[in-house]
């Protein structure tokens, strides 16, 4: 379990697209993560910044899509740079492959 401090902290999941953002929250415990909302990507950063404050979120894990060869390609590159933008929230971000997550 991560720890921030004395007490467990809450991951926010990204699922970042060109058209809409997928967010999830796990539990203190990290056993189990709930859908939370689906936002436009063009308010991508001031959802996530209030959906931070409003759950204490102590860290966000972005999901990265590589190709099946591990290449990051223009989906990838931006996620990343929504990882840029998110870091001035001043939390963890982990970038978590999502190479063979979909069917």
């Not at 991508?44 to 979120?57: L, M, N, Q, S």
């Amino acid at each position: 379990m991560s720890e921030r401090g004395d007490q467990a902290m809450r991951w926010l999941g990204v699922d970042p697209g060109s058209v809409r953002v997928g967010l999830a929250a796990c539990d203190p415990e990290e056993r189990v993560a709930v859908p939370i909302e689906v936002v436009p990507a063009t308010a991508a950063f001031p959802a996530i910044r209030a959906i931070v404050r409003r759950e204490e979120i102590g860290g966000i894990v972005i999901g990265l899509p590589r190709t099946l060869e591990g290449v990051e390609g223009e989906a990838a590159r931006a996620a990343r740079k929504l990882g840029d933008r998110l870091a001035r929230l001043e939390l963890p971000i982990e970038y978590e492959d999502e190479r063979l997550t979909s069917v």
